[in-house]
C-alpha cells in the first residue's frame, strides 16, 4: 500500500526509508521526482519513519515497514506551508496512488480549499489521517483538535506516550 506523507518531503536516502520511498512531489515547485521531494527539515523523515521504517535491522521499524512511502513536500524547511500548496499536494498523492494520506501538522482555521481536496480524496476511497494538533487548546477548532484533523472526513490521531497515555500537550 502506498501511504503519502504530506510534510516537509522525507529523505529517501535514509537507511530505514530508502528500499521503500518513492518518487514523490514538491508541491511548492510543481515538480517530481525523488530530489524534489527531498525533505530539508527533518519532520517529514521522522514521519516516514514511524509509518514505514524497513525491517532491515538496524534504527526503528515502522507501523506499516512493508508500505511505499510517497513523500508530498508542501512545507518549506522552516516547516511553514499555505492550504493551497497542502491542497495541491493531497490531490497529487491521489492522483499518483495514494492509498493513505499521513498529515502530521495542524492550525486553528478549516479552508475551503483544504476542505476541498480532503473531499477529492475521501470520494475517491483515500483515507486521510491527521495530526489532532499538540499546541493547546488555543489552536483547536471547534471539535477540540486542529484542522485538518478536525475535518469529519478526516481520521484524527493523538500522541501518546511509553505507558500508552495521551501526552499533556496533545490535542483531544
Given at each position: 500500500?502506498?501511504v503519502?506523507?504530506?510534510?516537509t518531503?522525507?529523505?529517501?536516502?535514509?537507511?530505514?526509508?530508502?528500499?521503500?520511498?518513492?518518487?514523490?512531489?514538491?508541491?511548492?515547485?510543481?515538480?517530481?521526482?525523488?530530489?524534489?521531494?527531498?525533505d530539508?527539515?527533518?519532520?517529514?523523515?521522522?514521519?516516514?519513519?514511524?509509518?514505514?521504517?524497513?525491517?532491515?535491522?538496524?534504527?526503528?521499524?515502522?507501523?506499516?515497514y512493508?508500505?511505499?512511502v510517497?513523500?508530498?513536500?508542501?512545507?518549506?524547511?522552516?516547516g511553514?506551508?499555505?492550504?493551497d500548496?497542502?491542497?495541491?499536494g493531497?490531490?497529487?498523492?491521489?492522483d499518483?496512488?495514494?492509498?493513505?494520506i499521513n498529515?502530521s501538522?495542524?492550525s486553528?482555521k478549516?479552508?475551503?480549499?483544504?476542505?476541498?481536496?480532503?473531499?477529492y480524496?475521501?470520494?475517491r476511497?483515500?483515507?486521510v489521517?491527521?495530526?489532532?494538533?499538540?499546541r493547546?487548546?488555543?489552536?483547536a477548532?471547534?471539535?477540540?483538535?486542529?484542522?485538518?484533523a478536525?475535518d469529519?472526513?478526516?481520521?484524527?490521531?493523538?500522541?501518546?506516550d511509553?505507558?500508552?497515555?495521551?501526552?499533556?500537550?496533545s490535542?483531544?
Amino acid at each position: 500500500i502506498t501511504v503519502a506523507v504530506i510534510d516537509t518531503g522525507v529523505a529517501d536516502d535514509h537507511p530505514d526509508l530508502r528500499s521503500n520511498t518513492v518518487p514523490g512531489y514538491n508541491a511548492i515547485t510543481g515538480r517530481a521526482g525523488y530530489l524534489e521531494a527531498y525533505d530539508d527539515n527533518g519532520h517529514g523523515t521522522r514521519v516516514a519513519g514511524v509509518i514505514a521504517a524497513g525491517l532491515n535491522g538496524m534504527g526503528v521499524v515502522g507501523l506499516a515497514y512493508e508500505a511505499n512511502v510517497l513523500p508530498v513536500k508542501t512545507m518549506s524547511s522552516a516547516g511553514l506551508g499555505t492550504d493551497d500548496v497542502i491542497a495541491a499536494g493531497i490531490v497529487w498523492a491521489v492522483d499518483n496512488g495514494a492509498r493513505i494520506i499521513n498529515m502530521s501538522f495542524g492550525s486553528g482555521k478549516q479552508t475551503a480549499v483544504l476542505t476541498e481536496a480532503i473531499r477529492y480524496a475521501t470520494d475517491r476511497g483515500v483515507l486521510v489521517i491527521a495530526a489532532s494538533g499538540n499546541r493547546g487548546r488555543d489552536a483547536a477548532g471547534p471539535s477540540g483538535v486542529s484542522f485538518p484533523a478536525a475535518d469529519p472526513e478526516v481520521l484524527a490521531v493523538s500522541a501518546t506516550d511509553y505507558n500508552d497515555h495521551v501526552t499533556s500537550f496533545s490535542l483531544t
